[in-house]
């Protein structure tokens, strides 16, 4: 089980001193039988006055920093060390009765999906619903997973990846309209597209590493956005549509939500002259660490931005 590093900083600057009201940092990936978080540490200057710690609905962990001091630069920097085992496609097992497309989920388990089959955004024109449609064979039976991986790999191949800092996603028609996007545009268009086959979907953030040298995944650098997929018999199921992969290899969870605005790994207020707002920075670096235990004292440089109201997204 590869033994990673992550580090992740974030640094709002202001012309000014500026006072800062209530910020949601969720940068602590989650606990799982894939995922082991060894280590983990949380750095904030200026220093909050307070910092509590909650699971949110979807029970991602969530820090709560409270701050009395005026000052000119915000930075939160976390930093963990955790072990990843990858998951490959081979390795989803899909229950008999689901193995085809299309099936219904169970009466046990429908209850708690309906929210993540429920769409996001409005299609009258059916744009999203006829281009999902278009991956189902018209040729006999289709295979479930044949499916959803021909919707991630079709992403992959059909459209160019563009970092774009902005917060924000496109909506799926205007990203099948441009033919380009975001790690976390390419997201929301899966989710809704699969959501219009009648599948349970939900949006993930987190980091996205290469396991080799060869593999090459884009969306490094930052944070990274993908798709579960609940599949009877093996749960929720990770589809990256940025990268074509189907299974955890090279992906660390973080948050998962409904929506991407559920999954902000920074969000907060600050209060004084609007023009005070310099910018951001966000650096992520996602290493092997090694076996040997060690101190999470040292980071790299990560940084984020915030204006007014704040939110900073996916940025890959």
């Known amino acids: ?23 949601r940092i969720m940068m602590r990936p989650r606990e ?6 060894l280590r983990a540490r949380l750095d904030i200057d200026p220093q909050p006055c307070e ?15 409270l701050f009395d001091k005026r000052t000119s630069q915000l930075k939160v920097a976390s930093a963990v060390t955790l ?15 689901a193995r085809l497309f299309p099936f219904t989920y169970s009466s046990e388990d429908m209850p708690d999906l309906l ?9 009258p024109e059916r744009i999203v619903d006829n281009w999902a449609r278009g991956f189902v064979s018209n040729h006999g039976d289709t295979a479930t997973i044949d499916l959803l991986t021909r919707i991630a790999t079709g992403i992959q191949r059909d ?6 800092h902005e917060k924000g996603t496109q909506s799926p028609m205007e990203t099948l309209r441009k033919r380009q996007g975001t790690c976390r545009d390419f997201a929301v268009l899966m989710i809704e597209a699969v959501r219009a086959l009648g599948f349970a979907a939900r949006f993930v953030s987190g980091y ?23 599949l009877p018999g093996s749960g929720w199921v990770e589809f990256d549509p940025t990268n074509g992969i189907i299974g955890n290899r090279g992906l660390i ?51 984020s931005r915030l204006a007014g109201n704040q939110e900073t997204n996916p940025t890959c």
């Open 1 to 23: 089980m590869p033994l990673l590093t992550i580090e992740h900083v974030t640094t709002y600057r202001y012309q000014q001193s500026v006072s800062l009201g209530e910020h």
């Open 32 to 37: 799982a039988f894939d995922q082991r978080l």
């Open 51 to 65: 910092l509590r710690w909650l699971h949110d609905v979807f029970g991602n962990s969530v820090a709560i920093a």
């Open 83 to 97: 072990e990843h085992a990858p998951l490959t496609q081979q390795q989803v097992d899909v229950e008999p009765y």
């Open 115 to 123: 929210r993540s089959i429920e769409r996001n955004h409005l299609d």
């Open 159 to 164: 459209f160019t990846y563009v970092p774009r």
């Open 208 to 230: 996205v590493y290469n396991p080799s040298r060869t593999e090459g995944l884009v969306g490094g650098g930052n944070t990274h956005a993908w798709v579960r997929i609940f």
């Open 253 to 303: 969870r973080v948050a998962i939500a409904r929506d991407p605005y559920q999954a902000l790994p920074l969000s907060g207020t600050w209060f004084g002259l609007p023009a005070s707002f310099l910018g951001m920075d966000v650096s992520v670096n996602v290493s092997r660490a090694d076996p040997e235990p060690f101190s999470l004292s040292g980071h790299g440089a990560i940084n």
